[in-house]
């Protein structure tokens, strides 16, 4: 069984940067997307940017220029640089990954915008 643990969460100002962390709990063969999610309170959860398995990248329009998604394959971890935070970017962050084995989420991780 595979695990998805995030981390790097937390309180920031207005403008602020935050970089959210999403590491597998053993290394995992045939990724073929990992991915952000965000659900803030009362909301669906919705897409925040998408890493596919040749390296390309999708954005939320509202994240576009502020948001970077990236992945260390030798640490089994997944990124996500976050700078110029709103606190419409208040929600809570959880990571997705699509293998061959299944899908995979991890458990979320609040991220509050907030002066």
């Known amino acids: 069984q595979v695990q998805l643990v995030e981390s790097g969460g937390g309180l920031v100002q207005p403008g602020g940067s935050l970089r959210l962390s999403c590491a597998a709990s053993?290394?995992?063969?045939?990724?073929?997307?990992m991915a952000w999610y965000r659900q803030a309170p009362g909301k669906q959860r919705d897409l925040v940017a998408r890493?596919?398995?040749?390296?390309?990248?999708i954005y939320a329009d509202s994240v576009k220029g502020r948001f970077t998604v990236s992945r260390d394959t030798a640490k089994r971890t997944m990124y996500l640089q976050m700078n110029s935070l709103k606190p419409d970017d208040t929600a809570v962050y959880y990571c997705?990954?699509?293998?061959?084995?299944?899908?995979?989420w991890g458990q979320g991780i609040q991220v509050t915008v907030s002066s």
């Open positions: 890493l596919t398995s040749v390296g390309s990248t």
């Open positions: 997705h990954w699509g293998t061959a084995q299944g899908f995979y």
């Open positions: 053993r290394t995992i063969d045939s990724i073929y997307g």
